[in-house]
């Protein structure tokens, strides 16, 4: 069975292919294949793992979250390290992740 590792390192070359495709089929268009993303950190446990990685911007880390299933890992959650508690420290009143340090874009708790 596939590590935790090896499911993002797989999904992170996907990714890539992916943009780099778009971007060939819509020259000019939003699509922009960046340099790969390098793993910095895997927690991996029974039924779940987290997996960090550089991140697409420069400075803002990305978070996967996995859980394991029969077939091997899916994807449950891509979250994004707080900008605003990266540089003053982690503030349980913060309005982007409530002092847990990751925020899943879009969602609002």
Not at 70 to 89: I, K, N
Request: contains cysteine; hydrophobic residues 35%; glycine residues 10%.
């Amino acid at each position: 069975m596939q590590t935790a590792r090896e499911f993002v390192e797989n999904y992170l070359r996907n990714e890539m292919r992916f943009l780099e495709a778009a971007a060939i089929a819509f020259p000019g268009g939003p699509f922009e294949a960046g340099p790969m993303q390098d793993i910095l950190d895997v927690s991996e446990f029974e039924r779940r793992a987290f997996v960090v990685v550089s991140g697409a911007v420069e400075g803002c880390r990305t978070r996967y979250a996995l859980r394991r299933r029969s077939y091997g890992w899916a994807l449950d959650d891509v979250q994004w390290q707080c900008s605003l508690c990266r540089r003053h420290g982690r503030r349980k009143k913060c309005q982007l992740c409530q002092g847990k340090g990751w925020f899943s874009p879009g969602v609002r708790e």
